[in-house]
C-alpha cells in the first residue's frame, strides 16, 4: 500500500515521477500469451521461428510480445516414450513425441502409441490435454506418407 | 593469494520414504553432526546456508534458514535459503565456498533438507511437473518423461542394449547394501531391473530414483585459520578435504529445444569451468558422483563431462569400469538412484560421501582405495541447471 501523503511511497519510486503509460514495459504482456499447440512464434524482423516463448527472438533480440505466429505443418519423429506414470490430470498412458519442424523442435502429445523415430507428423484433432484445462489442443498424428 | 577452503567436518541422516521427523528436525541432525564431525563450536559458525526445494509446494513452512538457526540455537550467524530444484544441495555448498573465498565467513555451516513424504505422490508428482516449461506442463510433461525420451534416443543412436541401463541400476544399487544411510540397501540384478513395471518407455521403476526423506550438512572452513586447523586436528581425522574448484551452469529450459537430445550444455559447461578452476582433468578424477536421478543420465553425464567418448559409457559400465573396483568408481554410496534423492539434501549428500572416501572412514567394500581426487555433479531439473565440484585430498 501507498501512503498518497508520502513524499516516497513503500515502493521507493519517488512520488511526483508517474510512468507514462507509454513507457510501460509490453514485455509483461508475453507472460499471459498462451499459443495452441500446434503454433510456434516467428519474428517480424528476421524470421526466425520458435517454440517456447521466450522474451526476445534469439537471434535478432526483437522482442516478441508482438510477435506473430505461424501453424506448424509436418514435422519428423526424433524420439518417443509413453508415461505411466502421470500427475493427476494428465492421462495415463501419456504418449509423447519429440519432432522436430524445420528449425522448431518441440514434445507434444501423441493421439497413440504408434509413433516411431522418422516417422512425418502433423497435429490434428482437438483435446483436452489436462483435466481442467478449458482450452483443446491438437496431438501429434502420423501423416501417411504413401 | 586465493583463500583456500576445507571442508571441516561432514553429517547426514539415513535417507528413509518417510522419516517420521520435521524439515527442521532433520536438517538440525544432520547440522549438529557436521558440526561434530568438524569439531567446530556452533559460536564459531558466522554463515548458514540451507537448501531446501519443496516446502511451500508441500504446504510444509517458510523462512526455513530462521527457523533452523533458531534450532540450533545459532545466533548472529548471517543465514539463508537456497533453492535450486534437484541441484539445491550444491547450490547452496556453492554459496558457502563462495563466502568463505571471499572472506566474508570463516566457518560456513551449509545444510540440505527434503521432506518429501509430506506430500502424497500425487501432490509431489505435481509440485515436481512444475519444474518444467509451461509449454512442457501443458502437454502433462513430468522429469521421467525426459528420462523416458533420452533413453529411447540413447539406446538407438548408439546401438545399446537395454541391459547397458538396468546395469547402472544394479551397480548403484549394490554400492548402496553396505552404506547405513541409504534408502534401498536391497541388491538387484539386471533382470530385477529389466521385469520392473514401466514408469517412462524404456525406462522401468528401477531406472529412476525414488522419493526421499532426509538431510545433509557440512561445514567450510578456510585454509590456515588458526581455530579451524586446531578443530580439525581435535577430530583425528585425515587433513580435511580441500574444494579444488566448484563451478555451475544454465542451460536450455525446454529441453525439446537442445539441438541434440543427448546433449546438455549446463553438463558439460560446468564440467569445463570446474576441471579449468581445479587445474586437473577427467583423467585425474577418482571417485565421482554423478546426478543418476535416471539411470540415462548417469551415462549421458559421464560422456558430457570428458569421462566417456560420447556413446561408450554404456559399454564402459557392462565392462565394470563404474563399479567400485573399477577403473572410475561411479556413485560408491549408491546415487540418487539408491541412497535416494531428497532434492534439497542430495547435493550435499554427493559431498558427503566423497569426504568420507578422501579421508579414509569406510570399511572395505565400501572404500574405493587411494582415492584423492573427487568429483560431483548436481543437476538441477533435466539439465537446465547444473552444479560440480572438485575435492582434494
Known amino acids: 500500500m501507498t501512503d498518497p501523503d508520502s513524499e516516497v511511497p513503500e515502493n521507493g519510486a519517488p512520488a511526483d515521477r508517474d510512468l507514462p503509460a507509454d513507457d510501460l514495459p509490453a514485455d509483461d504482456l508475453l507472460a499471459d500469451r498462451e499459443l495452441p499447440a500446434d503454433r510456434a512464434f516467428v519474428c517480424d524482423d528476421c524470421g526466425r521461428r520458435w517454440y517456447y516463448d521466450r522474451r526476445r527472438c534469439p537471434d535478432c533480440g526483437r522482442s516478441s510480445a508482438d510477435a506473430s505466429t505461424v501453424r506448424l505443418e509436418t514435422g519428423a519423429v526424433m524420439a518417443t516414450t509413453t508415461v505411466e506414470t502421470t500427475p493427476p490430470d494428465v492421462r495415463a498412458p501419456n504418449h509423447l513425441a519429440l519432432a522436430r519442424f524445420d528449425e522448431v523442435q518441440l514434445i507434444a502429445q501423441a493421439a497413440d502409441g504408434d509413433l516411431a523415430p522418422g516417422d512425418t507428423v502433423r497435429f490434428d484433432g482437438s483435446h483436452r490435454l489436462r483435466d481442467g484445462r478449458e482450452r483443446t489442443d491438437p496431438r501429434l498424428v502420423a501423416v501417411d506418407d504413401s | 593469494m586465493t583463500t583456500e577452503v576445507r571442508v571441516g567436518g561432514v553429517g547426514m541422516t539415513p535417507f528413509e520414504s518417510d522419516s517420521g521427523r520435521s524439515l ?6 544432520a547440522a549438529e553432526r557436521a ?36 534450532a540450533l540455537g545459532l545466533d548472529g550467524a548471517s543465514a539463508d535459503r537456497i533453492e535450486n530444484t534437484s541441484a539445491t544441495g550444491a547450490s547452496a555448498f556453492h554459496r558457502g565456498v563462495d563466502r568463505i573465498e571471499r572472506g ?81 540397501r536391497k541388491s538387484i540384478d539386471v533382470e530385477d531391473a529389466l521385469d520392473s513395471p514401466v514408469v517412462a518407455a524404456p525406462l522401468r521403476l528401477y531406472d529412476c530414483c525414488p522419493m526421499s526423506d532426509g538431510a545433509a550438512a557440512v561445514v567450510l572452513t578456510r585454509a590456515g585459520d588458526a581455530d579451524a586447523d586446531a578443530a580439525t586436528a581435535d577430530t583425528g581425522h585425515p587433513p580435511a578435504p580441500r574444494v579444488a574448484g566448484v563451478a555451475s551452469a544454465t542451460g536450455t529450459h525446454a529441453v525439446a529445444e537442445r539441438p541434440d537430445p543427448l546433449s546438455i550444455d549446463s553438463v558439460r559447461t560446468a564440467g569445463e569451468r570446474v576441471f579449468d578452476r581445479a587445474g586437473i582433468r577427467p583423467d585425474d578424477v577418482d571417485v565421482a558422483c554423478i546426478h543418476d536421478a535416471f539411470t540415462v543420465l548417469e551415462l549421458i553425464e559421464l560422456e558430457e563431462l570428458g569421462f566417456y567418448d560420447a556413446g561408450t559409457a554404456w559399454e564402459a559400465t557392462l565392462d565394470g569400469d563404474t563399479a567400485l573396483d573399477g577403473d572410475l568408481p561411479v556413485n560408491p554410496g549408491g546415487g540418487l538412484k539408491a541412497r535416494g534423492h531428497p532434492l534439497g539434501a542430495t547435493g550435499l549428500s554427493q559431498i558427503v560421501e566423497l569426504v568420507w572416501q578422501l579421508r579414509g572412514d569406510l570399511p ?11 568429483f560431483a555433479i548436481n543437476v538441477a531439473g533435466f539439465g537446465n541447471n547444473s552444479v560440480c565440484t572438485v575435492l582434494r585430498a
Open chain 2, 364 to 374: 572395505a567394500g565400501r572404500r574405493v582405495d587411494g582415492a584423492e581426487t573427487a
Open chain 2, 104 to 184: 566474508e565467513a570463516d566457518a560456513a555451516l551449509v545444510v540440505g533438507a527434503e521432506k518429501m513424504s509430506a506430500g502424497d505422490t500425487r501432490s509431489v508428482t505435481e509440485a515436481i511437473s512444475r519444474l518444467v516449461h509451461r509449454r512442457e506442463y501443458a502437454q502433462g510433461i513430468t522429469l521421467p518423461s525426459f528420462g523416458g525420451l533420452a533413453a529411447g534416443a540413447y539406446l538407438d543412436r548408439h546401438d545399446a542394449p537395454r541391459e547397458a541401463l538396468a546395469a547402472v541400476a544394479a551397480k548403484n544399487h549394490a554400492n548402496a547394501v553396505d552404506n547405513p544411510v541409504a534408502q534401498f
Open chain 2, 35 to 70: 558440526l561434530d564431525d568438524a569439531a567446530v563450536d556452533l559460536n564459531d559458525v558466522d554463515a548458514l546456508h540451507f537448501g531446501n526445494a519443496l516446502a511451500e509446494a508441500l504446504d510444509e513452512s517458510a523462512g526455513l534458514a530462521n527457523a533452523l538457526a533458531a
Open chain 2, 24 to 29: 527442521t528436525n532433520l536438517a538440525a541432525t
